[in-house]
């Protein structure tokens, strides 16, 4: 696996990162401590995981496994906003529950300090100045190294950057936003906003869940038991894609499969590995197989036209103004040409 830089920070993470958020959950703890082994020797260094994974177990697992390795040689990432107790201020980006998240993520963890340290999602009720400085000082006093923030819009992650700049705090790295194949509207704002300042941009869900995979060859309401889209409480979030262009999309990666000789999730993953904006696709596994087939993204290239079949097949009408109309009033390339 490469190493790439995280945005424009000194510090090297493969290019997958590992997702955890099936630890616990719908893989145990045996079979998790297999993945973390077999991700580490594949030359991944990179995991992501959330105090709310699993009600904590997720950060526990990664914490019982870290205390046998080399702490330094992994960087561990992990996330706070969401509800993780009864109280009033067990959720949220307050001074107050950030300060404490912290602390319970890094005593899960077993560890003294939190490489990247993200924002699950904006807080409507926090004045984004006292989330930004309670950051500032997390990092100050060593409990965290970076700071990154998931599921920002473009404005919320570049208003918190600009203030960062003006009050000279230490400033977000990092975004993670759903970004695939078939959620392709990642691409208006928040890739532009990234690229522009050298944010890295670490997609969640890159097989959409499995749906990328192929595996629900009978449609998506017929997912069998034992697969993501087949667990009754997460049938609403899957089935918004059984649609036509899912449809076209898998049929493109399968025809792409037979070129190739790659799975479709390789292919998958190898179009998010391809594009200049992204750092590192967080990739989730139920088991150990799983991860063999999606380590084989990387080490290879799709061409151009496979890029550009994957494209036409996951093309969605854009409005203004990400319209094309739109984008031809902003593009001077022809004045140098
Ligand atoms: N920031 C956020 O809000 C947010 C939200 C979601 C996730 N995340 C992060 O992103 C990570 C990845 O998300 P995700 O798990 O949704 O990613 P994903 O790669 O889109 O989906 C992973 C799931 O797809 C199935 N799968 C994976 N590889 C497969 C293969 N080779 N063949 C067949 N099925 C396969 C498995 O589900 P089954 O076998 O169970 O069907 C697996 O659990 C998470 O672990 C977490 O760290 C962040």
């Known amino acids: 696996m490469k190493l790439k830089k995280l945005g424009s920070t000194g510090t090297l993470v493969s290019e997958l990162c590992l997702g955890t958020m099936t630890f616990g959950w ?30 904590g177990n997720s950060e526990r697992i990664i914490g019982k496994w870290l205390s046998r390795q080399d702490r330094e040689s992994v960087v561990i990432a992990t996330k706070s906003r969401f509800r993780t107790g009864d109280h009033a201020n067990s959720v949220g980006l307050s ?21 990247l340290f993200q924002l699950h999602a904006w807080d409507p009720l926090t004045p984004i100045e006292e989330t930004l400085s309670t950051l500032n000082s997390l990092v100050e006093n060593g409990s ?3 700071i990154g923030m998931s599921n920002f819009r473009a404005w919320q992650f570049e208003k918190a950057l600009q203030i960062c700049r003006a009050r ?40 959409a869940g499995g749906i990328l995979s192929g595996k629900y060859r009978e449609g998506i309401s017929k997912a069998p038991k034992g697969t993501r889209a087949g667990d009754s409480r997460n049938a609403a979030m899957y089935l918004r894609y059984d649609n036509d262009r899912t449809a076209r999309v898998l049929k493109t990666l399968s025809e792409i499969s037979q ?25 989730g596994t139920r088991n150990s197989a799983q991860l063999a087939e999606n380590l084989g ?38 004045e140098l040409a």
């Not at 001074?95 to 490489?115: A, F, N, P």
């Not at 000279?168 to 690229?195: D, N």
Request: with cysteine; charged share 20%.
């Open 26 to 55: 719908t893989t145990p703890e045996d079979e998790s401590r297999v993945i973390l082994d077999q991700f580490l020797s594949n030359g991944g260094n990179f995991i992501d995981t959330a105090d709310v994974y699993s009600q």
């Open 95 to 115: 001074r107050k529950h950030l300060m404490h998240s912290v602390k319970e993520s890094m005593s899960r963890l077993g560890t003294d300090y939190i490489d």
């Open 144 to 146: 965290i190294r970076y």
């Open 168 to 207: 000279g705090w230490h400033e977000p790295v990092s975004i993670q936003p759903q970004y695939s194949i078939l959620v392709r509207s990642t691409e208006y704002e928040i890739l532009p906003m990234a690229t522009s300042e050298r944010i890295a941009v670490l997609p969640w869900s890159p097989l």
């Open 259 to 283: 070129e190739t000789g790659k799975t479709m999730t390789q292919i998958a993953l190898n179009w998010l590995l391809q594009n200049p904006a992204v750092t590192s696709p967080i990739i």
């Open 297 to 334: 993204s990387t080490g290879w290239c799709l061409d151009a036209n496979q890029c550009r079949a994957i494209e036409e097949a996951s093309f969605m009408e854009v409005t203004y103004p990400y319209d094309p109309f739109s984008e031809e009033q902003q593009n001077r390339e022809r």
